[in-house]
């Protein structure tokens, strides 16, 4: 049978990202994310809000850019899987922590603390580095094909011979 594990995220940096790197010099952020609930208490049908806080980490070139991009008070669209670790407290009490491994990331918002003041949202993200080949030469236009020929119609099976072998 087969299974999923995906998971959406969109909501607000609550601090600034972590960033580590690995004895390989690999990189990885850790954040914590903010995501909010509104719901209509049944009793005194007041609006409640409930914040819900998500772990997430970033690996490599991904760590990279969260590093260097995102503050705390950012808004960001993560997408990513499920992972539970196992782990043991100082007090010898073994725990479980689920934590989101991220896969993908867009940063949501204006460009604030940036550059470019100009106030337009980009849809955030980075700008890729342009490609180094150039482009190709434009193709000749293509002719149109030529005309088909008109199909055949279809036999008479009246001018068959019934010596058919079955």
């Known amino acids: 049978m087969a299974s999923v594990n995906k998971v959406i995220i969109v909501g607000n940096l609550g601090r600034d990202p972590e960033i580590r790197y690995m004895p390989s010099g690999d990189a990885i952020a850790n ?3 903010a995501t909010s609930y509104k719901s209509k208490d049944r ?4 609006q409640k809000e409930l914040t819900e806080w998500h772990r997430i980490s970033f690996f490599g070139r991904l760590a990279e850019i969260v590093g260097q991009y995102l503050k705390k008070g950012s808004s ?3 997408e990513g899987r499920l992972q539970t670790r196992k782990y043991t407290d100082k ?15 867009q940063m949501l918002g204006g460009r604030q603390g940036m550059g470019g003041g100009d106030g337009m949202d980009d849809g955030g993200g980075y700008d890729a580095p342009a490609p180094s080949r150039p482009a190709p030469p434009p193709r000749p236009q293509q002719q149109a094909p030529a005309p088909r020929p008109a199909p055949k119609p279809a036999p008479n099976f009246s001018d068959m011979d019934d010596d058919i072998p079955f």
Do not use: L, P
């Open 76 to 78: 960001v669209y993560v």
């Open 31 to 33: 954040i914590a994310v």
């Open 91 to 105: 007090d010898g009490v073994e725990k479980y922590a689920t934590d989101i491994i991220a896969e993908q990331m």
């Open 43 to 46: 009793n005194t049908g007041e």
